[in-house]
């Protein structure tokens, strides 16, 4: 079992910026694939970005491409998602997933068997 506990939400105005993290429990943590997925009120999860387990390949979505960068540490266990020139339309709960199998990372949401608890992210107009 592996817990992902994510870290960094918050206000901010638009323009703005956060970085969140995703701290991992698993000890092997260098063998799994990472994702980023937020869910906005009244709207299903989607995928914002993924990475593969060593880093080299990363994965976004369309709307957040050259805004959001996502990287790891894997010394630390830790992914992050640097989200700079901020929304309103960014705002929601984010999630961080993973998954061990995943030699490349997935924008589809089954494809993760971890998730954390998630992140509130709130940009203000």
């Known amino acids: 079992q592996v817990q992902l506990v994510e870290a960094g939400g918050g206000l901010v105005q638009a323009g703005g910026s956060l970085r969140l993290s995703c701290a991992a429990s698993a000890r092997t943590f260098s063998r799994y694939a990472m994702g980023w997925f937020r869910q906005a009120p009244g709207k299903e999860r989607e995928f914002v970005a993924g990475i593969s387990s060593g880093g080299a390949d990363r994965l976004y979505a369309d709307s957040v491409k050259g805004r959001f960068t996502i990287f790891r540490d894997n010394a630390k266990n830790t992914v992050y998602l640097q989200m700079n020139s901020l929304k309103p339309e960014d705002t929601a709960v984010y999630y961080c997933?993973?998954?061990?199998?995943?030699?490349?990372?997935?924008?589809?949401?089954?494809?993760?068997?971890?998730w954390g608890q998630g992140t509130q992210v709130t940009v203000s107009s």
């Open positions: 997933a993973a998954d061990q199998h995943l030699v490349v990372p997935s924008r589809v949401l089954s494809d993760y068997t971890y």
